[in-house]
């Protein structure tokens, strides 16, 4: 079993910064890929970021391409998100997830997801 917490998240202004962290415990794979989803109000979840096992290789939504990062540091279990130049539709909950998959996974058919971290980008 893996467990998976977020941390990071919070209300922002329009514009803002925010870097989640998700760090991985228990059963971890060796060689595991990690993502991040989010799921607004009345919304189906969506794919936000990607990377795969060695950071090597990331993926973004179209929707936060070039304003959100993805990393990782595997000595510590733990990826990260950076968000930057928020916008109010970014506000959602943010759900890591991690796969027994050496490239990236953009699907929801992940092995683990976390509980999520509400992210709310005010006006």
């Known amino acids: 079993q893996v467990q998976l917490v977020e941390s990071g998240g919070g209300l922002v202004q329009r514009g803002g910064s925010l870097t989640l962290s998700c760090a991985a415990s228990?059963?971890?794979?060796?060689?595991?890929?990690m993502a991040w989803f989010r799921q607004a109000p009345g919304k189906e979840r969506e794919f936000v970021a990607g990377?795969?096992?060695?950071?090597?290789?990331?993926d973004f939504a179209d929707s936060v391409k070039g304003r959100f990062t993805i990393s990782r540091d595997n000595a510590k279990t733990t990826v990260y998100l950076q968000m930057n130049s928020l916008k109010t539709e970014d506000t959602a909950v943010y759900y890591c997830?991690?796969?027994?998959?050496?490239?990236?996974?953009?699907?929801?058919?992940?092995?683990?997801w976390g509980q999520g971290t509400q992210v709310t980008v005010s006006s």
């Open positions: 997830a991690v796969t027994n998959a050496i490239g990236v996974v953009t699907s929801l058919n992940q092995d683990y």
């Open positions: 228990g059963r971890i794979f060796s060689s595991y890929a």
């Open positions: 990377i795969s096992w060695n950071g090597g290789d990331t």
